[in-house]
């Protein structure tokens, strides 16, 4: 009788686990979710005047917690989230460091336009699931671990897709578009190739956690574009208009859809031709050819906050380190003010890429240009003025070799960079402490000595 009883209980537990390998190996491209039935409380952050708040509908305005920012970028989340296994355990890593350090935004590509296997629009409007799924990963891992997401909508560059690929497609389908890939910002059906791409992310509702992408408070910011520019032999001006003209329109329409969410455009922050301060803050008289003007696009009434980014090192690259730093010195302040005086809308430094590795610089000197970010954010968070927060370029794990540049890191390699990265966390989160959710999720990262 033991033994029959036995048998029954057994019976079932294999056919259970039969059934769970015949679906693992079967239905591996289009694997079977379930919903979280519990996710953590995150608030919404808004954007007042130029600061950031962490949004508590039941407080009054002044007793908002305000919001200041130590991040970084992994733009190639979504791409290892694809398939379950050791790929989302490197995602699920990266994520869980970032909260180690006490970084609290992460940016991510949320496209891949035509490119491999892994593409999420396969053609326009029509979307890989499998892919979308690695999406759906990335945010709810962000969400689990306190990190909140800047999503890039398309790249400038033709790396994974981007402009070039919208216009391929247009091209493709018949349409009388131009062989330059600034007909993106101009073309009637390419602009209604990305609105349509911008409404299906906007109304996604996540595979595993149920919630709307428009609805998920773990998304800080939707991005319109990385790095938008201009390449063509027409004049800047024309350009410049251009692009203007697409920011005001796309600006508008992710704003329709979505009231949430902040929206920024994803500039490097060059000055146009027709700023008089082009010339003395730019790295260089190229820069403001670009067809790009950060004051101009960034003042965008549907523009929540400013984005810039800050490579002196590639865009300067014969000069010493001395007068890089200079330039990044001025660089920072002159965009802060801006942000404070000009647009009265903050500003964030959402990419910062230093060579941590170059041969050529000594070993004091190889993170001197994050420390003068870094301290030109935490001056201007003491005094509560516009410059909002800073995202390194870009923070890798072990595994992801394939997505690195030459200014990407393990961060817990370097452990000077990781020492600066978390005190940096930690200076802010001691101004604004309650404005930071990853005490309440992870362990606190600035809980006694420094590494």
Same mark, same amino acid.
């Given at each position: 009788?033991?033994?029959?009883?036995?048998?029954?209980?057994?019976? %079932?537990?294999?056919?259970?686990?039969?059934?769970?390998?015949?679906?693992?190996?079967?239905?591996?491209?289009?694997? *079977?979710?379930?919903?979280?039935?519990?996710?953590?409380?995150?608030?919404?952050?808004?954007?007042?005047?130029?600061?950031?708040?962490?949004?508590?509908?039941?407080?009054?305005?002044?007793?908002?917690?305000?919001?200041?920012?130590?991040?970084?970028?992994?733009?190639?989340?979504?791409?290892?989230?694809?398939?379950?296994?050791?790929?989302?355990?490197?995602?699920?890593?990266?994520?869980?460091?970032?909260?180690?350090?006490?970084?609290?935004?992460?940016?991510?590509?949320?496209?891949?336009?035509?490119?491999?296997?892994?593409?999420?629009?396969?053609?326009?409007?029509?979307?890989?699931?499998?892919?979308?799924?690695?999406?759906?990963? /990335?945010?709810?891992?962000?969400?689990?671990?306190?990190?909140?997401?800047?999503?890039?909508? !398309?790249?400038?560059?033709?790396?994974?897709?981007?402009?070039?690929?919208?216009?391929?497609?247009?091209?493709?389908?018949?349409?009388? /578009?131009?062989?330059?890939?600034?007909?993106?910002?101009?073309?009637?059906?390419?602009?209604?190739?990305?609105?349509?791409?911008?409404?299906?992310?906007?109304?996604?509702?996540?595979?595993?956690?149920?919630?709307?992408?428009?609805?998920?408070?773990?998304?800080?910011?939707?991005?319109?574009?990385?790095?938008?520019?201009?390449?063509?032999?027409?004049?800047?001006? *024309?350009?410049?208009?251009?692009?203007?003209?697409?920011?005001?329109?796309?600006?508008?329409?992710?704003?329709?859809?979505?009231?949430?969410?902040?929206?920024?455009?994803?500039?490097?922050?060059?000055?146009?031709?027709?700023?008089?301060?082009?010339?003395?803050?730019?790295?260089?008289?190229?820069?403001?050819?670009?067809?790009?003007?950060?004051?101009?696009?960034?003042?965008?009434?549907?523009?929540?906050?400013?984005?810039?980014?800050?490579?002196?090192?590639?865009?300067?690259?014969?000069?010493?380190?001395?007068?890089?730093?200079?330039?990044?010195?001025?660089?920072?302040?002159?965009?802060?003010?801006?942000?404070?005086?000009?647009?009265?809308?903050? !500003? *964030?430094?959402?990419?910062?890429?230093?060579? !941590?590795?170059?041969?050529?610089?000594?070993?004091?000197?190889?993170?001197?240009?994050?420390?003068?970010?870094?301290?030109?954010?935490?001056?201007?968070?003491?005094?509560?003025?516009?410059?909002?927060?800073?995202?390194?370029?870009?923070?890798?794990?072990?595994?992801?070799?394939?997505?690195?540049?030459?200014?990407?890191? /393990?961060?817990?390699?370097?452990?000077?960079?990781?020492?600066?990265?978390?005190?940096?966390?930690?200076?802010?989160?001691?101004?604004?402490?309650?404005?930071?959710?990853?005490?309440?999720?992870?362990?606190?990262?600035?809980?006694?000595?420094? %590494?």
């Amino acid at each position: 009788m033991a033994s029959d009883w036995r048998d029954k209980k057994l019976y %079932p537990l294999l056919g259970i686990l039969l059934l769970s390998i015949f679906l693992y190996f079967n239905l591996g491209s289009n694997p *079977i979710t379930f919903t979280i039935l519990w996710q953590s409380h995150m608030g919404f952050v808004s954007a007042n005047s130029t600061h950031f708040i962490i949004v508590n509908p039941r407080a009054p305005l002044e007793n908002q917690s305000t919001f200041y920012i130590n991040g970084w970028n992994s733009y190639w989340l979504m791409q290892e989230s694809v398939w379950a296994g050791p790929s989302r355990s490197r995602v699920s890593k990266m994520l869980k460091k970032g909260a180690e350090m006490g970084l609290t935004v992460c940016r991510t590509w949320a496209f891949n336009d035509g490119v491999g296997p892994n593409a999420l629009q396969i053609s326009p409007g029509v979307f890989n699931e499998r892919v979308f799924r690695g999406l759906d990963y /990335v945010i709810v891992e962000a969400r689990k671990r306190g990190i909140r997401l800047i999503l890039s909508l !398309v790249n400038n560059l033709s790396n994974f897709g981007g402009k070039a690929q919208y216009v391929r497609w247009a091209q493709e389908a018949g349409h009388n /578009v131009s062989s330059s890939t600034d007909s993106f910002f101009s073309h009637p059906m390419i602009k209604d190739y990305y609105k349509a791409y911008v409404k299906a992310i906007l109304s996604r509702k996540n595979s595993l956690s149920g919630v709307k992408y428009a609805d998920e408070p773990a998304i800080f910011a939707w991005e319109l574009m990385n790095e938008p520019r201009c390449s063509s032999s027409s004049s800047a001006p *024309i350009l410049q208009h251009g692009v203007q003209a697409w920011l005001n329109e796309m600006a508008a329409f992710v704003k329709s859809l979505d009231q949430k969410h902040l929206v920024t455009v994803g500039l490097e922050g060059f000055y146009g031709l027709n700023t008089t301060k082009g010339l003395e803050v730019n790295p260089g008289e190229w820069a403001a050819s670009l067809g790009s003007d950060f004051i101009q696009n960034s003042a965008i009434e549907n523009i929540d906050f400013a984005s810039v980014h800050a490579y002196p090192d590639s865009w300067m690259p014969h000069d010493d380190m001395e007068a890089k730093a200079r330039f990044l010195s001025r660089w920072v302040d002159s965009h802060i003010s801006d942000g404070d005086h000009v647009l009265k809308k903050p !500003v *964030i430094f959402t990419e910062v890429g230093s060579l !941590v590795h170059a041969d050529n610089q000594g070993l004091a000197d190889k993170d001197i240009l994050l420390k003068t970010m870094y301290e030109k954010i935490y001056e201007s968070a003491k005094k509560r003025q516009a410059g909002a927060g800073a995202l390194i370029w870009q923070l890798l794990v072990e595994g992801v070799g394939e997505y690195s540049d030459r200014f990407s890191f /393990v961060a817990w390699d370097n452990p000077s960079t990781y020492k600066l990265i978390l005190k940096q966390s930690c200076r802010l989160k001691s101004i604004f402490a309650k404005s930071i959710q990853s005490r309440k999720l992870n362990k606190d990262p600035c809980s006694g000595d420094l %590494p």
